[in-house]
């Protein structure tokens, strides 16, 4: 197993749309460089023995260390009591903690799974027909319910967004986003029939080919790593399973394009 390292500026989308930063830029300590029309790249010297690589760890302000937005957590969801927000003996976070039954609500994050569809050298995307994002392409792709697996939880996806039946061949991408608590597990499939149509949540949907796909009109940075990551799989002949996690430069305003680096492990 080779591991490559890469970090990736990147920019963030807006719940409407989104504009690329001018210097966007990436890093790439990799055997593989990866071209794209909206990134400029900077290579690094090239290595041609396997190494270790080594990636700087995500640090949160003081604000986003409290876990997420627990100052909205005015009630105790089991018994109703108002709450207070202090940082628990034993722990390191701001909680909500009920000033009642003294019972503290913890907030986790959630997984987002979704399919990456292949059909004759296409991928399959929808258009969305919901906020955030309305109106810009993605993969079909959502929340993960309880008692379903994620694999589970992709298909359903695909068959509520796109009205298709898909086969799961394997995974393809697993991308962690700390700052918002979200997990992506995209799965690399293929439809069973040629057939499929906008579900309730999309406006349409469309097989782009490779060259084609609209880059400029992607819902979320996640959906711009994964298909960026499958065009270079192509390119090199195959696709990988990568696992990275998009760190979104904290302290910003949510409605400027925001820098994003992502640490990106790729195992072949």
Not at 237 to 254: D, Q
């Amino acid at each position: 197993m080779m591991v490559k390292g890469i970090q990736v500026q990147l920019c963030e989308f807006v719940t409407q749309r989104w504009t690329l930063k001018p210097r966007t830029s990436i890093s790439i300590s990799s055997l593989c460089p990866i071209s794209h029309p909206y990134l400029s790249l900077k290579l690094l010297p090239t290595h041609t023995t396997p190494r270790t690589t080594r990636f700087s760890p995500f640090r949160a302000s003081s604000s986003l260390q409290s876990s997420g937005n627990v100052l909205s957590i005015k009630f105790c969801q089991w018994c109703g009591g108002s709450t207070k927000h202090d940082i628990p003996e034993g722990e390191e976070k701001l909680r909500a903690i009920c000033t009642l039954c003294g019972r503290i609500a913890y907030q986790n994050p959630k997984m987002v799974v979704g399919c990456l569809i292949e059909h004759d050298s296409k991928v399959l995307l929808c258009k969305r027909n919901i906020q955030p994002s309305y109106g810009l392409w993605t993969l079909p792709a959502g929340y993960l319910e309880i008692g379903e697996s994620a694999m589970e939880g992709a298909v359903r996806e695909t068959r509520e967004e796109a009205n298709a039946d898909v086969e799961v061949i394997s995974p393809f991408a697993q991308l962690d986003i700390p700052l918002i608590g979200q997990t992506y597990m995209i799965f690399l499939a293929k439809l069973k029939k040629p057939h499929f149509s906008p579900g309730p949540e999309s406006s349409e949907c469309q097989l782009f080919s490779l060259d084609d796909i609209p880059f400029n009109s992607l819902s979320f940075s996640s959906m711009v790593v994964t298909l960026s990551l499958y065009i270079e799989d192509m390119k090199a002949g195959k696709p990988k399973f990568h696992y990275g996690t998009i760190n979104k430069r904290p302290g910003t305003s949510p409605s400027d394009s925001h820098a994003y680096t992502l640490d990106h492990h790729m195992h072949t």
